[in-house]
């Protein structure tokens, strides 16, 4: 039986996580002190005659599984840097807070007198004035995962409208173009959310016959997703098809519908996590009709990669070709299922598959001029 209490558990290991990430801070604000960064955003000396750069680090959700990994990724990425003495250790804010505690954190990291801010911004436009102070002190902003009103930022993310738009589609197209739809989404107000939310009503507009039955709050969190399917369900709904935003969303749904002995399954939209993708396998087994599909994958990993790549060439003077960078596009179907599977044999649960690696010369190859 697959592990589904490590996913319940996900907000305890997070914060645990956190406790790391917090000692990581200590050590980078001590490392500032000694490298006399001031409040200016410029570079200190490697001693070699090169320059050594600081990165200030900003996330405002410590429960989700997508922001652990895209942190361990930032953290590990930026030590590549760090082991190559032109990077000192990263200043990070990292807490589960609010727009205007996100806000704080950057003004934080502009007092700490970071040279670039890697941020996944909990709001695309309260977040505005505050980043364009940090840029108006030299400080090179870098938003991941979510999108942020910043014309100056360069934003990294996945095509979060483009894969939620196919999930959409697909799971439509298995409906016939009729019947009722339930939509479980993630945390209302973020960019991502919003998203989601826009594709779904985009693909209605084009399939009038498939009538939205409910729109349930999942959170991005596999707990809460499960709490909300499974009471929905238990009050004798049964949907024709079932469009869920992932982040953890997509696992709580699909068990709910598993546990409430649901047969046939509807069509439903999954993710690129190694607990569904297990979890799929399994059902796979036990309902040979079950129709699935993976457009929505979020690829953390890379995310974290690709941030802290762009950072270090925007800090080493380098000019992007685009400021909006969108990772490559994967999808899981039934074809490719099972190679995925076993890229996650050996993964904890909640971690996201990542369809691309990138590297320091992919990203300068790629995204520079």
């Given at each position: 039986m697959l592990k589904f209490k490590k996913l319940l558990n996900l907000g305890q290991a997070a914060r645990a996580r956190n406790a790391r990430v917090a000692v990581t801070a200590a050590v980078a604000v001590a490392a500032l002190s000694l490298t006399g960064c001031g409040g200016s955003g410029q570079p200190s000396?490697?001693?070699?005659?090169?320059?050594?750069?600081?990165?200030?680090?900003?996330?405002?959700?410590?429960?989700?599984?997508?922001?652990?990994?895209?942190m361990d990724s930032i953290q590990k990425t930026a030590q590549e840097y760090i082991d190559k003495g032109t990077?000192?250790?990263?200043?990070?804010?990292?807490?589960?807070t609010d727009s205007q505690g996100q806000v704080r954190q950057v003004q934080n990291l502009i007092n700490r007198g970071v040279n670039a801010i890697i941020i996944?911004?909990?709001?695309?436009?309260?977040?505005?004035?505050?980043?364009?102070?940090?840029?108006?002190?030299?400080?090179?902003?870098?938003?991941?995962?979510?999108?942020?009103?910043?014309?100056?930022?360069?934003?990294?993310?996945?095509?979060?409208?483009?894969?939620?738009?196919?999930?959409?589609?697909?799971?439509?197209?298995?409906?016939?173009?009729?019947?009722s739809l339930l939509r479980v989404d993630g945390i209302a107000?973020?960019?991502?959310?919003?998203?989601?939310?826009?594709?779904?009503?985009?693909?209605l507009k084009e399939n009038p016959n498939v009538k939205l039955a409910a729109t349930?709050?999942?959170?991005?969190?596999?707990?809460?997703?499960?709490?909300?399917?499974?009471?929905w369900l238990a009050s004798g709904n049964k949907p024709d098809g079932v469009w869920s935003t992932g982040g953890g969303v997509a696992y709580g749904v699909l068990q709910s519908f598993v546990s409430a002995g649901t047969?046939?399954?509807?069509?439903?939209?999954?993710?690129?996590?190694?607990?569904?993708?297990?979890?799929a396998a399994k059902v796979k087994t036990e309902h040979p009709d079950f129709k699935f599909f993976v457009g929505n994958l979020i690829q953390p990993a890379a995310?974290?990669?690709?941030?802290?790549?762009?950072?270090?060439?925007?800090?080493?003077?380098?000019?992007?070709?685009?400021?909006?960078?969108?990772?490559?596009?994967?999808?899981?179907?039934?074809?490719?299922?099972?190679?995925?599977?076993?890229?996650?044999?050996?993964?904890?649960?909640?971690?996201?598959?990542?369809?691309?690696?990138i590297t320091q010369d992919q990203a300068l190859s790629l995204w520079f001029r």
């Open positions: 000396s490697t001693g070699g005659g090169g320059q050594k750069y600081t990165i200030g680090v900003s996330n405002a959700t410590l429960s989700q599984a997508v922001r652990v990994q895209l990077l000192n250790p990263l200043v990070i804010e990292n807490a589960d996944d911004p909990s709001s695309d436009t309260a977040l505005k004035p505050i980043l364009a102070q940090a840029e108006q002190r030299g400080i090179k902003v870098v938003a991941v995962d979510n999108s942020v009103d910043d014309p100056q930022a360069a934003q990294v993310s996945v095509d979060f409208p483009g894969n939620f738009r196919a999930d959409a589609d697909w799971v439509m197209k298995q409906m016939g173009g009729k019947g107000g973020v960019p991502a959310n919003q998203m989601g939310i826009d594709a779904v009503t985009a693909a349930l709050n999942g959170n991005w969190d596999t707990a809460t997703a499960v709490q909300v399917t499974s009471s047969n046939p399954l509807p069509p439903i939209n999954g993710e690129a996590t190694a607990g569904w993708l297990r979890l995310q974290g990669q690709a941030g802290v790549h762009v950072a270090m060439g925007l800090l080493q003077g380098k000019n992007l070709k685009d400021n909006k960078i969108t990772l490559p596009r994967g999808e899981i179907t039934a074809e490719n299922f099972d190679k995925y599977v076993d890229l996650v044999k050996d993964v904890p649960d909640a971690n996201n598959v990542d369809v691309n690696n």
